[in-house]
């Protein structure tokens, strides 16, 4: 039994649309000021990453698509509603009425609207992944109201030192919202650090708990969130400012843009431009860059003992630990008939561990004896297995952590190729 991760799947062009002749980009392309680079190819060639295909995210995906991004990826794990036709940019009334995932959706319209890109999507929470997602895009935009979701992008473009665009809007009082992240290593500001008491707390009661373990247990404490109060036009106008960053990174067009904010206010008429702050050293996020490495040969067919190798950080005595994909390794599992039995091997979370050798029931794998990452010193023994045969078939990416460096190893790209 092997793991098998949740990747991107390319988006295809859903009946009755037909995939309309590709418009060349050249057709109306301004000639920009201090343009100092081919458009095109810095265009098509480019890779952009948006989380969140709501009223902002979508209206992003579908400017990217008119101005041929070459790779666009898109996690959204929502369904439109029908209160969704107010927001939501470029949206037909019959997806909203039928509740369409909306990361499919975008994909989609960004394949219609431009053939040649390659636009792949995730309906799943961006947490499930795993630490290669992404790991090709140029840039990041955020565009969600899941907090939770928020930090782990925010760390994860941290980690992979991504620019990053957090575009938001607060409707009452008609601002448009657009912060961008360098990222830089070291140094820079970080999301989690501008989080308030309150949104804490937010964050706090949108955590669903299941504490015992205990299969068919369903013990959950959560929060729901409220819905984008807004208008269409200020949804739009926050993806408009998030593509004139986009653009203006792709071309280098303009002085550049570091580390601040952009609000603007439809009740004053004023753009305001102010910095972000520094990261905090009482943080509670990983601020520590990790170096990217892509190895020649899939994942699987790769051992820990070879990855911690190739990483430099097999030197250090302690503190070195292991993460394949979002898996956990799972050392004992419990079967209800016979007790703990055996594992010691990867696994999804959620899923059966194994069945049992003595009565052949279910073996379910245990939160005491389960973690992810994995302390080096708990795989002793599997250290020259290959990963395929722990349960991690299909992988993406492995991070070796040490106390003061990360090595993230990957594969091959998000995006398995665009359908026709």
């Not at 208008?231 to 986009?246: G, H, I, K, P, Y």
């Not at 939160?367 to 297995?385: A, I, R, W």
């Amino acid at each position: 039994m092997s793991a098998a991760p949740p990747q991107f799947e390319p988006a295809a062009v859903a009946p009755p649309h037909e995939p309309p002749d590709a418009v060349p980009l050249a057709a109306r392309l301004p000639a920009f000021d201090g343009l100092a680079v081919d458009p095109r190819a810095a265009l098509e060639g480019s890779c952009l990453g948006v989380i969140g295909a709501g009223s902002i995210g979508r209206g992003v995906v579908e400017r990217a698509a008119r101005l041929h991004i070459g790779t666009i990826h898109v996690v959204d794990p929502g369904r439109f509603k029908a209160e969704s036709m107010l927001t939501h940019c470029s949206l037909e009334p019959g997806e909203a009425s039928r509740g369409e995932p909306k990361a499919r959706s975008a994909a989609e319209l960004a394949s219609r609207i431009s053939p040649a890109i390659r636009a792949c999507y995730h309906t799943g929470p961006f947490e499930d992944l795993g630490p290669a997602a992404l790991v090709d895009a140029d840039m990041v935009v955020l565009a969600t109201d899941n907090l939770a979701a928020e930090i782990a992008v925010a760390q994860h473009c941290l980690h992979l030192a991504k620019p990053l665009l957090h575009a938001a809007v607060y409707g009452d009082a008609l601002v448009a919202q657009l912060r961008c992240y360098t990222n830089r290593p070291g140094r820079g500001p970080c999301l989690r650090c501008r989080m308030t008491a309150e949104e804490e707390d937010l964050l706090n009661g949108h955590v669903v708990f299941k504490c015992t373990g205990i299969p068919g247990d369903r013990t959950v404490v959560s929060r729901g969130r409220a819905p984008t109060m807004s208008t269409a036009f200020l949804c739009s106008l926050a993806a408009d400012l998030t593509m004139n960053q986009v653009l203006r990174s792709v071309l280098d067009l303009g002085a550049p843009i570091a580390d601040c904010q952009v609000e603007w206010c439809g009740y004053t008429w004023r753009t305001v431009v102010s910095p972000l702050p520094d990261r905090s050293a009482t943080c509670r996020c990983d601020h520590r860059p990790w170096r990217v490495q892509r190895l020649g040969r899939p994942i699987e067919k790769a051992t820990l003992r070879q990855l911690v190798a190739a990483s430099g950080l097999s030197g250090q005595r302690t503190g070195l630990s292991v993460q394949v994909d979002n898996l956990l390794f799972v050392d004992l599992g419990l079967c209800e008939r016979c007790g703990l039995r055996p594992v010691r091997r990867f696994l999804c979370p959620g899923r059966e561990a194994d069945t049992c050798g003595q009565c052949g029931g279910p073996v379910t794998a245990q939160p005491f004896f389960s973690s992810c990452p994995t302390p080096l010193s708990k795989l002793e023994g599997h250290l020259d297995v290959e990963l395929g045969r722990l349960g991690a078939a299909g992988a993406a990416g492995v991070i070796v952590r040490g106390m003061d460096a990360g090595v993230l190893f990957h594969s091959r790209p998000d995006c398995p190729g665009k359908e026709a």
